[in-house]
């Protein structure tokens, strides 16, 4: 158990949708990144927040937004959802800012019908 | 450009056998690091070795090993005595401390099935 979690585990939802992705990180964990994970793209960076502050920003569709609240909680707000959205989305957590080593969460499975 | 190639896409080894996955990077960077992750059947990613590129001492951690050689640009992972719980997918992934991206970028993974 890496101490990420993350909710739901599995969403199906149908197109044109809006769904939002949680992720607890590890106690004490100040970073947390969003990566998405799909059979064609492989494992692709959208974007880290560090202490409540977006920090970098990878491949984000401009349909998705993330945020990192005071409690150090994130979540990740995916809208106009299409068929090419399906995917599992990760989130992970450092410690630090950068070049650190990430704990992962178990991902969400998301099915755009 | 910031890259990692896996070209190995997928390797089938019997039981005890060694195996060698592939890791070949692209950076500008002259610092940077580079990672194994273990990405098993229940599908959470886990963390097995960070390397930083001013420290090419290869590395033994129990059946594991990794060769990492800046002259060619390559981290490789070695399982002596593979056993069936080794199945897995595996990723090798590099970020840049100055230039380029400081998040991880990974190579497109190696499944390796280890048989009974």
Redesign the interface.
């Known amino acids: 158990d890496s101490g990420v979690t993350q909710t739901p585990k599995h969403l199906i939802t149908a197109t044109g949708q809006r769904v939002t992705l949680r992720c607890s990180p590890r106690s004490g964990d100040l970073s947390v990144y969003w990566y998405q994970q799909s059979l064609d793209q492989g494992l692709q960076f959208l974007i880290q927040y560090y202490n409540g502050e977006e920090r970098a920003k990878g491949n984000i569709l401009e349909r998705f937004s993330a945020q990192q609240f005071p409690d150090l909680h994130s979540e990740l707000n995916l809208s106009s959802l299409e068929l090419g959205d399906s995917a599992l989305y990760f989130c992970a957590s450092s410690v630090g800012i950068e070049n650190e080593k990430l704990f992962f969460g178990s991902g969400t499975q998301l099915s755009v019908l | 450009a910031q890259k990692v190639t896996q070209a190995q896409t997928e390797i089938s080894v019997v039981e005890k056998e060694d195996v060698t996955l592939d890791c070949v990077y692209e950076t500008r960077d002259t610092t940077y690091?580079l990672?194994w992750?273990k990405q098993p059947p229940?599908?959470?990613?886990?963390?097995l070795i960070?390397r930083?590129s001013f420290d090419e001492q290869n590395e033994i951690s129990g059946r594991y090993s990794w060769n990492f050689q800046k002259s060619t640009s390559s981290f490789n992972f070695t399982i002596t005595a593979s056993q069936v719980v080794d199945s897995a997918v595996y990723?090798c992934a590099l970020?840049e401390?100055y230039t380029g991206?400081?998040?991880?970028?990974?190579?497109?993974?190696t499944r390796l099935q280890v048989q009974p």
């Open positions: 690091y990672f992750y229940s599908g959470e990613l886990v963390f960070r930083n990723f970020s401390a991206r400081r998040a991880l970028t990974f190579g497109s993974g």
